[in-house]
């Protein structure tokens, strides 16, 4: 009888153990992609940002479970109104000048400037806004999905209703 549960629970421990694999293997790569800067295809970011940003996503699918990484090209003068997110924010600033106002107040005179070659990461549910100064192209890396929640309701472009 002992024998019997013994094996019973060898055998559970290696499904355990084939599973853990198979989900760490899931998130790697089987594919190789290289990009010069003409070769990155920029679209219109989703709706849940302010109109006027292109997105390129070079990784992954930030939509989905797992590893993503995208590019932001925001107008001059171009501002993400106050908000949080439900995972860890890491952004790299690859040209322009990004400003981040953080904090409940979200003070924009005392916000921090991040010019390109800048890297920044917060925890989830940190409350800020953002702005460019010039084109700016921002990189953010991290697990998905990606989220946008605005602290007001208001100024989330999802929203907005379009005339019919
Ligand atoms: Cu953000």
């Known amino acids: 009888m002992k024998a019997i549960i ?11 153990l084939i599973q853990a694999q198979l989900s760490a293997e ?5 594919d ?10 920029w679209k219109a970011a989703p709706a849940a940002l302010p109109p006027g940003a ?7 699918d930030p939509t989905k479970e797992g590893p993503f990484v995208v590019r932001f090209q925001f107008p001059d003068g ?7 997110h439900p995972k860890t924010e890491r952004v790299t600033v690859i040209s322009g000048t990004l400003h981040l106002a953080t904090g409940e107040a979200l003070d924009r005179s005392s916000a ?17 806004t953002a702005w460019s100064e010039g084109e700016t ?3 953010l890396h991290g697990t998905g999905p990606w989220q946008i ?12 209703k379009k005339s019919p």
């Not at 013994?6 to 355990?16: E, I, K, R």
């Not at 171009?78 to 949080?84: E, L, Q, S």
């Not at 929640?149 to 907005?160: G, K, S």
């Open 6 to 16: 013994g094996s019973a629970l060898a055998t559970l421990l290696a499904v355990v």
């Open 26 to 30: 899931e998130m790697q790569s089987t």
């Open 32 to 41: 190789m992609h290289l990009y010069s800067p003409t070769a990155i295809e």
């Open 54 to 60: 292109r997105m390129a996503v070079l990784e992954g």
């Open 78 to 84: 171009y501002h993400v109104p106050a908000h949080t």
């Open 112 to 128: 921090k400037k991040l010019p390109a070659g800048s890297f920044g990461y917060w925890p989830a549910g940190m409350k800020h």
């Open 137 to 139: 192209v921002i990189q």
């Open 149 to 160: 929640n605005y602290v007001n309701p208001a100024d989330d472009p999802r929203n907005t």
